[in-house]
């Protein structure tokens, strides 16, 4: 069974830097997109950022692209995403998922989650 555990959350001022972490288990993701979401209160669940095991392609949402940045350590079957230059409206709450093939910014498509992590941004 497919366990995503999320890790790295918290309370952080604006400008500040947070590092995300995933730690996947239960199967073999070598074919597996990793994808990072975040939902916060009264809007919909957003796509930030993707990865795949075995490309060095990513995918960034334009609200974070240059700030934040997606990697992977395949030994330690562990997706990471580093958060800086954090804003105020980067409070969600950030859930990692995974799936097999490509990306898609849609969630439903995405057949396994994580628990997620809160991250509020402080002005």
């Known amino acids: 069974q497919v366990q995503l555990v999320e890790s790295g959350g918290g309370l952080v001022q604006a400008g500040g830097s947070l590092r995300l972490s995933c730690a996947a288990s239960?199967?073999?993701?070598?074919?597996?997109?990793m994808g990072w979401f975040r939902q916060a209160p009264g809007k919909e669940r957003e796509l930030v950022a993707t990865i795949r095991w075995t490309s060095p392609s990513t995918y960034y949402a334009d609200s974070v692209k240059g700030r934040f940045t997606i990697s992977r350590d395949n030994a330690k079957n562990t997706v990471y995403l580093q958060m800086n230059s954090l804003k105020p409206e980067d409070t969600a709450n950030y859930s990692c998922?995974?799936?097999?093939?490509?990306?898609?910014?849609?969630?439903?498509?995405?057949?396994?989650w994580g628990q997620g992590t809160q991250v509020t941004v402080s002005s």
């Open positions: 998922a995974a799936r097999p093939g490509v990306r898609t910014t849609t969630p439903s498509l995405w057949d396994n």
């Open positions: 239960g199967r073999t993701f070598s074919n597996y997109a």
